[in-house]
Each structure stands twice: as structure tokens, then as C-alpha cells.
């Protein structure tokens, strides 16, 4: 297991010379990847936030992928490379994420989890995200139900609501 304390990595915006890494973590994680064309549009979108976070040897670690919408800013994709989960690397994307967004006072955040996935409940949680609904069957591989979390648009001030 990696020690919190010393995982270091550069937060930094995803471009297309990344798809070969960003396939390679994918295709470890999910049983129902995306595919380098779907990656490839968000990549071009300007509405969409792609992070990429680099370890010490600029090796990619984790990234994530979250297009906006209206009310919302919808996170897609959350991946990190099995030999550097549970260090901190899906938590430091998050705050940049949240960073990058602090002065959007009109949108919330919202994504969806499988039902069964405990650790990236609770790491939602932690950041002020709640449960707010259920969708019956929406992952292909085994029509697990997917929960829908949601949160609130951080204040005029910058602080978290909700």
C-alpha cells in the first residue's frame, strides 16, 4: 500500500498524446471501458474538465473526466491505475476539480457509482456529495443499479453548501 504522506503528483489538464495512457488505466479498471473515440471527444469539448494526475516520472496515475451541463457539472469518469489506488490520487482530482470550479455559483456536481462500490461511496461522501436517487440496471456488464449522488454548487463565498 502507498503511504498518503508521500504520493506526489502534478494535477494537469489531459491532451491527446495522453489516450494511450489514459486506455491503459481504463481498460484495467472498468469491465466496460470507454472507448479512445469517446475519450478522444471529451478531450476536444472546452466545456469538459480533464485531469490527469502525473507522478514523479510524469507516468499517469489517475484522471478524470467531467463534462458541464447546465445545472451541473457531471462527473464521468474517475480512474486510477490499480498499483497507486487508495493513495490520494482520486481525492487530489477531486479538489482540483473543485478548484477549477469554486466561482460556478449556478451548478452543483453529480455522478453516478455502482451500488456496490463502498470505497468510492464513501470518498464521494467525504466530499460533501449525497445519495440522491437510484438507476435501475444502467451498467451493461452486469445491469447493476447505479447510484446518483449529488452536490450542491459551492457559495458566493467559495464554501461548500449543503
Not at 37 to 51: D, H, N, Q, Y
Not at 100 to 109: I, K, L, S
Not at 110 to 136: C, D, H, M, P
Request: proline share 3%.
Amino acid at each position: 500500500m502507498i503511504d498518503v504522506e508521500r504520493v506526489r503528483v502534478d494535477i494537469r489538464r489531459l491532451a491527446l498524446g495522453d489516450l494511450s495512457d489514459i486506455e491503459r488505466i481504463e481498460h484495467r479498471v472498468y469491465p466496460t471501458p470507454w472507448s479512445r473515440s469517446m475519450f478522444a471527444g471529451e478531450l476536444a469539448k472546452p466545456s469538459s474538465i480533464c485531469l490527469g494526475a502525473f507522478d514523479e516520472e510524469d507516468r499517469l496515475a489517475g484522471y478524470l473526466i467531467v463534462s458541464r451541463y447546465v445545472d451541473a457539472w457531471h462527473v464521468m469518469n474517475v480512474a486510477v491505475d490499480d498499483a497507486r489506488r487508495r493513495s490520494g490520487i482520486a481525492s487530489r482530482l477531486l479538489e482540483a476539480l473543485f478548484e477549477r470550479t469554486a466561482g460556478d455559483v449556478h451548478r452543483g456536481y453529480t455522478l453516478e457509482v455502482r451500488v456496490s462500490n463502498k470505497g468510492a461511496i464513501a470518498l464521494y461522501e467525504g466530499f460533501s456529495f449525497e445519495q440522491s436517487g437510484i438507476r435501475r440496471g444502467y451498467y451493461t456488464d452486469n445491469r447493476e443499479d447505479a447510484l446518483i449522488m449529488w452536490k450542491d454548487p459551492p457559495t458566493a463565498a467559495g464554501e461548500e453548501t449543503g
